[in-house]
């Protein structure tokens, strides 16, 4: 589809693999969950049948149920060693291996036909995707230091944990400024609800004003600028405003708990963004 559509596809993704080797460099969590068997292509390795679960569900369970049919129920599908793709209307027949078209799928070679419907799917299908993205990764990143990583850590390494936010840590690594200091009022109000609020609620806090729900991967001391909390004045009609490239939470001065927590609840889970004043 890529290729009929944007014959120069392999340029964006080579763009896309430089700006993920840049944040991971930088030490910048992505929302980006890359599947499983892309995460294993991105570190040389090929990704097998298992990984097909993770990206088509469906066939997976399909190529698995053919183990138990019987060689007489394998005949009646009158399966060869081909797959059909379809693009923008256009069908067309690709050989799984030589002469593939010619070669029936019997109880025999069955297993043969599951692995090599699974390779092409995984691997064959996406591989020049996946080769533009993984050199764009690569002009950032060395290859050594990926290789450090299995898949499960370097989904980490982009991601970031979803475990629950260190509010301890958080904390020791607040700064305040405008009539803010760490013994304000306010300041021990905004923690306290920070503290009933529900781990879901807290990443959302998170994403509010740093634009990622994920901790740091070395903790909020490496946040880069700190975490900060700025007076935002006195008047208690206003709502919490963030800019995010500052890590930077603009709070007005609210005297109670309950104002607190239902300006801070409201502006987190109203979804809006830079237009939310």
Same mark, same amino acid.
């Given at each position: 589809m890529a290729v009929t559509l944007y014959p120069d596809y392999k340029k964006h993704y080579y763009l896309i693999g430089r700006v993920l080797g840049k944040a991971?460099? $930088?030490? #910048? @969590?992505?929302?980006?969950?890359?599947?499983? =068997?892309?995460? $294993?292509? #991105? @570190?040389?390795?090929?990704?097998?049948?298992? =990984?097909l679960r993770s990206l088509d569900p469906t066939l997976y369970r399909t190529l698995l149920s053919l183990r138990n049919y019987t060689a007489q129920e394998i005949a009646d599908l009158e399966l060869g060693f081909v797959v059909d793709e379809n693009t923008l209307g256009r069908t067309a027949n690709i050989e799984l291996k030589p002469g593939g078209s010619s070669i029936k799928v019997t109880k025999d070679n069955v297993i043969e036909y599951i692995h090599l419907v699974a390779d092409h799917r995984l691997n064959r299908q996406t591989r020049s995707h996946c080769r533009a993205f993984t050199e764009g990764l690569y002009s950032v990143l060395s290859v050594e230091w990926l290789g450090m990583f299995s898949f499960a850590e370097l989904h980490l390494l982009i991601c970031g944990s979803e475990s629950d936010i260190d509010l301890a840590d958080l904390r020791a690594n607040t700064v305040y400024f405008g009539a803010y200091k760490e013994d304000h009022q306010c300041v021990d109000i905004f923690w306290e609800v920070l503290g009933d609020l529900s781990p879901k609620q807290r990443r959302l806090f998170l994403a509010f004003v740093t634009s990622s729900d994920r901790t740091p991967l070395l903790g909020f001391g490496s946040l880069n600028p700190l975490f900060a909390v700025h007076s935002a004045g006195e008047d208690e009609d206003r709502l919490p405003t963030a800019s995010t490239c500052m890590n930077l939470l603009k709070l007005p001065e609210y005297r109670s708990y309950g104002v607190m927590k239902s300006k801070l609840v409201y502006v987190i889970e109203s979804g809006a963004g830079f237009e939310l004043s």
């Amino acid at each position: 589809m890529a290729v009929t559509l944007y014959p120069d596809y392999k340029k964006h993704y080579y763009l896309i693999g430089r700006v993920l080797g840049k944040a991971i460099y $930088e030490k #910048l @969590l992505v929302d980006l969950p890359l599947a499983p =068997y892309f995460l $294993e292509q #991105l @570190l040389g390795s090929t990704a097998d049948i298992n =990984y097909l679960r993770s990206l088509d569900p469906t066939l997976y369970r399909t190529l698995l149920s053919l183990r138990n049919y019987t060689a007489q129920e394998i005949a009646d599908l009158e399966l060869g060693f081909v797959v059909d793709e379809n693009t923008l209307g256009r069908t067309a027949n690709i050989e799984l291996k030589p002469g593939g078209s010619s070669i029936k799928v019997t109880k025999d070679n069955v297993i043969e036909y599951i692995h090599l419907v699974a390779d092409h799917r995984l691997n064959r299908q996406t591989r020049s995707h996946c080769r533009a993205f993984t050199e764009g990764l690569y002009s950032v990143l060395s290859v050594e230091w990926l290789g450090m990583f299995s898949f499960a850590e370097l989904h980490l390494l982009i991601c970031g944990s979803e475990s629950d936010i260190d509010l301890a840590d958080l904390r020791a690594n607040t700064v305040y400024f405008g009539a803010y200091k760490e013994d304000h009022q306010c300041v021990d109000i905004f923690w306290e609800v920070l503290g009933d609020l529900s781990p879901k609620q807290r990443r959302l806090f998170l994403a509010f004003v740093t634009s990622s729900d994920r901790t740091p991967l070395l903790g909020f001391g490496s946040l880069n600028p700190l975490f900060a909390v700025h007076s935002a004045g006195e008047d208690e009609d206003r709502l919490p405003t963030a800019s995010t490239c500052m890590n930077l939470l603009k709070l007005p001065e609210y005297r109670s708990y309950g104002v607190m927590k239902s300006k801070l609840v409201y502006v987190i889970e109203s979804g809006a963004g830079f237009e939310l004043s």
